[in-house]
């Protein structure tokens, strides 16, 4: 069943400089037992789409259904079937216990205490952090007050749970617990799992599907395998002395699609990944770069990520389309 269907959303800021275009006609469906992310830079338009969908914000134009609910005539369903935790909120009382915090929660959907102090045990044991439980929020390290962020989402067994950039600053251990809560909640519970974020290595891991979103509108809807077989151009990773850091831009290479550049400068290397128009261009890369010279190391061909794709459907990389770079 299609849990979540947009159709041409849209929404319009008015702001100093003049009408901004946040979300341009998007549509899609997301299924039950789906893990489904939105991924793109800052700025895309991914908190603008769960804002509407969690019913927090109206769209300008088009329609939404969550649980088969509108989420504007229907708004108070959609919030009874719907879970949501954002990591740029700090939720909670600081001077409560982190139990009588989820149970406040539950509280506010008419939990039966008895479900809900069973539900509150399972959630901390899924993120481990039943030992924290009886503590006050504001002794919590970051690491626990975020899973606990992520368990409240949970509290009144929702049909549809949205995520913003969950694991956004988290510890890694923290954040591998929630990723697998995902999953698990997903395909056990047949919740769908419905996620913003701009972290390739996160949509890759967990989600089942993936929309590439930029400038408000969807660019690739897919699988995270098909996403990445369906680049069919070569991606290649040139390692050179310190030299190519001068490189500022390798779009302007000959021959090259789009890439990015990481310099280490402890080791004074620097890493220049490229999407190449084909390979007959590769000889052209290594003669352009001796040339300007700089010492190529070595060069591979690699198997594409998800910011590849990216880039070979924008012709920049997420950290340029943040800077405002154009294409
Ligand atoms: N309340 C608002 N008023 C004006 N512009 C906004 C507002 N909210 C978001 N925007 C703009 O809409 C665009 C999309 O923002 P957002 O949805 O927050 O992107 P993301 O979550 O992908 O970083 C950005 O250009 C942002 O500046
Ligand atoms: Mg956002």
């Known amino acids: 069943m299609a849990n979540v269907v947009a159709e041409n959303l849209t929404r319009v800021f008015e702001t100093k400089s003049g009408r901004l275009l946040a979300l341009d ?7 039950t037992g789906e893990v489904f992310g939105l991924l793109g830079p800052n700025g895309a338009g991914k908190t603008t789409l769960i804002r509407i969908l969690t019913t927090l914000l109206l769209p300008t134009y088009g329609r939404a259904l969550v649980g088969g609910f509108d989420v504007v005539k229907e708004a108070k369903k959609v919030r009874s079937i719907i879970g949501f935790s954002s990591s740029s ?3 909670g009382f600081d001077f409560v216990t982190a139990r009588r915090n989820l ?3 539950s509280q506010l959907y008419g939990t039966p205490t008895g479900e809900a102090n069973r539900r509150i045990e399972e959630l901390a044991a899924l993120l481990e952090f039943q030992d924290q439980l009886d503590r006050k929020l504001y002794t919590l390290t970051t690491g626990y007050r975020q899973r606990l962020n992520i368990a409240r989402a949970f509290i009144n067994d929702p049909q549809v749970v949205f995520f913003d950039e969950p694991t956004n600053g988290m510890d890694v251990f923290s954040a591998k617990k929630v990723r697998e809560l995902f999953v698990k ?3 056990t519970n047949s919740r769908t799992i419905f996620l913003a974020t701009h972290n390739m290595f996160e949509a890759e891991e ?3 599907r993936v929309a590439i979103i930029d400038r408000g509108r969807i660019l690739a809807i897919d699988s ?3 996403l990445k077989s369906s680049l069919s151009k070569p991606v290649v990773l040139f390692e050179t002395d310190i030299a190519g850091a001068s490189i500022s831009d390798p779009t302007r290479l000959d021959g090259v699609v789009g890439g990015t550049i990481k310099v280490d400068n402890e080791n004074e290397t620097a890493k220049i990944r490229v999407i ?5 261009f590769l000889e052209r890369v290594l003669q352009l770069l001796e040339k300007r010279g700089i010492r190529v190391f070595n060069y591979q061909r690699i198997e594409p990520t998800l910011e590849d794709v990216f880039i070979s459907l924008v012709g920049a990389g997420f950290a340029e389309r943040e800077r405002g770079i154009e294409a």
């Open 25 to 31: 006609s998007v549509s899609f469906e997301v299924q």
């Open 185 to 187: 909640e997903a395909k």
């Open 276 to 280: 190449l128009r084909d390979e007959d």
């Open 224 to 226: 995270p395998e098909n």
């Open 89 to 91: 909120e700090r939720v």
């Open 206 to 208: 967990v989600c089942d």
């Open 103 to 105: 149970w406040f929660f």
